[in-house]
């Protein structure tokens, strides 16, 4: 098990190599930049001394396969993406592709074969930062793309279109990347840092994902009465903030009671003066669980509560829908291939679902997918504090290790 | 009684007449404008129209004299403000000016002299709207303008001392502005419209003031986590705006029990992201009594309860005061005449206290005051859509001209 020490070092190196490839001072590498080309050069260039051949396909993602020696033997896919957010961290994505460059270069330097191919990815888009949508990369594979989608410009009014052509690449061919024979496909693993605080509560390194929870937004308009803060008697007030308050707390309340998490994390108040009594005050909702029934019965909650302290505080109430997902459940075939894993490599199984998206999210519609869960520090993402420890990193690996034999078992017994 | 109709009707007319004399689209009438020496110079001809001799004091407030009989009689003041807020209305502060000018054109109408000198006047300014510092008109007068104010800046750089001397005035000379022989003041009272909804709702056209209230103001500042709104469980979280929400209440929640007002009517919120828990939310509060005792009881109980929700939540909580006044009573035996004058015009007399500022609370220094409040469409001020009845002007012109006769009679028998 400690042959995994080195490489778990080597992945933290890469990571901290591939954190200064940045459009600035802070961690910023977005799609179809000059940063995308060094960090795919620099990625594949490691793919390449791990014993993978490297290529990048229609929508610039890099990848790199170790072969089987059986060459139509089906492909494991191993991945995650190689953009960031601005001022965002190391791990976020990167981790996922170079732990798996780092265990198939331990199979490289023993001379392991697997008896089936393992195709590395490093997606070129999931954050969505340049253009605003999200998963461009692993969205390529699965031929979701939408034709308008040519015209989304980013901040400098360049467009999609554009910038692909300024890569080398063409908007019109996107769909020569999608994956048109997914029965080629064994399934999908992704690595990614947990962004959340469980592990690091369970004191644990690893965990299995069991799905990646569906999200609804909404925003919620409260209209109240403005009015002078020293002369309208409390029990003469209409004002939007209290009952808005009321109802932050009533979603914090049953959320908690529905076993989903729900989150108030925007606010406007108008007119927000020191004096005033506020008129109006708008505020965003965000409700997420491994579960869309379970989310949407503690929506269905929500509203009624929140309508209901809207009557009594003869405050008005309107709210609009801004986005609906649905939950992606984990293969519970990998999933318990994880569990034999870290047993195998004797942690402790500890199965959790992802509040965030990821890109296995659009894979699952090409092919089984599973997720295991780094521990990060304090939960914290998309920041320059975003960290993890060597140590964890290394149970990761052996973790992956134990995954890939696991499954090359199963493969020879099957197929 | 009916002698007031008309007087009524022009007041409302003078109002009209001098909203529409504003430096911008909306009614916005600031200290020391071109459009200032306009509503002087307009008020001070419907003064001479009235009987009365006027003058400007070195604080450019405009003043009519509607003189006794006997030449070392005292004086009453009557009056309130000529300036108005950016986008304000037209009765807030005019109508304490125009109400008395509209008694004393009647008095002079029907050739009745007091015994006593009346003073009515129109500070140039009340909101502070143009330096920041409010109550510069009749702050002039007592004698409480400070140095340092010569150097306070408009929003185009212009300073105070600038803008005096610009209007013919010295910032130097103010002093000469303080009245000095305080005991020629028989006292002061001012009209105003309520700006609160307590006469509409006890369905009264005018109420005697008992005293203005003082106002604390406080900033709060939460520190909670900020994390993703889709990894962190709820029971892990430390969400500042839930926080917040929870404070906000107990701040409406104790300010009922006490009989206070308290308004959080500002907040702010970050990084106030959709898919974010809130790290850091600040809140203002505001919090008025006519009795500062109870009112620092209230917020000795508010703070206490704030601070078991930071240590209940686990977030950071500090605080800073930002203001601090003392409530002004007004006198009991004007608010004894009021209350008598208002019987005497079979109206019901009804006390409250002021929540706002008003110039009595500066004049409250030098001499007695007192205020009578009249009724205003939904307690709505410092907006277009104030409002005021004719019928309510009416009834505070009856109710001044009954005021006047009982000083009078009281004059002439204690003097």
């Known amino acids: 098990m400690t042959d995994f020490v080195q490489a778990a070092s080597q992945v933290m190196t890469w990571c ?4 200064a490839v940045s459009q600035a001072d802070y961690v910023d590498r977005r799609y179809l930049t000059e940063q995308h080309r060094q960090a795919n050069d620099l990625v594949a260039h490691w793919m390449q001394q791990a014993g993978c051949k490297t290529w990048e396909d229609g929508a610039a993602n890099l990848w790199g396969r170790y072969e089987s020696d059986n060459e139509n033997a089906q492909r494991f896919i191993l991945g995650s993406h190689l953009d960031t957010v601005p001022n965002g961290g190391k791990y976020d994505g990167m981790l996922g592709v170079l732990a798996p460059i780092a265990v198939v270069n331990y199979l490289h330097s023993h001379n392991i074969r697997l008896p089936f191919h393992i195709d590395i990815v490093g997606f070129g888009d999931e954050e969505g930062t340049r253009f605003g949508s999200t998963l461009l990369g692993s969205r390529a594979l699965t031929g979701q793309w939408q034709k308008e989608w040519a015209d989304l410009a980013d901040s400098e009014g360049i467009t999609l279109s554009q910038a692909m052509s300024n890569f080398g690449l063409s908007f019109a061919n996107i769909g020569n990347s999608k994956i048109t024979n997914p029965s080629g496909l064994l399934g999908y693993l992704e690595i990614h840092i947990e962004q959340g605080p469980v592990l690091e509560d369970k004191n644990l390194p690893v965990g299995i994902v069991t799905a990646i929870n569906g999200a609804r937004r909404f925003w919620f308009d409260i209209e109240g009465f403005a009015g002078h803060a020293g ?11 209290a009952a808005s308050a009321e109802m932050i707390l009533a979603v914090e309340s049953i959320a908690a009671e529905f076993g989903v998490v729900a989150t108030v994390g925007a606010i406007e108040n108008r007119p927000n003066g020191v004096n005033v009594i ?24 929500i509203l009624a509560k929140l309508e209901s302290i809207a009557e009594h505080r003869n405050t008005g109430l309107t709210y609009t829908q801004t986005h609906s997902a649905n939950a992606v459940s984990c293969a519970p075939e990998l999933q318990a291939m994880l569990t034999q894993a870290i047993n195998n490599a004797d942690f402790t199984p ?24 780094v521990r990060c520090y304090k939960g914290i993402s998309h920041h320059p504090a975003e960290s993890i420890k060597t140590h964890d990193v290394e149970a990761s690996l052996i973790v992956l290790h134990q995954f890939l034999l696991l499954l090359s078992e199963q493969y020879s017994t099957t197929k």
């Open 16 to 19: 901290n190599e591939l954190g």
């Open 231 to 241: 002369t309208v008697p409390m029990g003469l007030r209409q004002d939007a903030l």
């Open 278 to 301: 506020s008129g109006k005050t708008r505020f965003s909702l965000d409700i997420r669980s491994e579960d869309d029934r379970l989310r949407d019965r503690a929506f269905d909650a």
């Open 350 to 373: 500890y199965s959790l679902s992802s509040g965030a998206g990821h890109d296995a999210m659009a894979i699952a519609d090409i092919c089984d997918v599973a997720m295991m869960f």
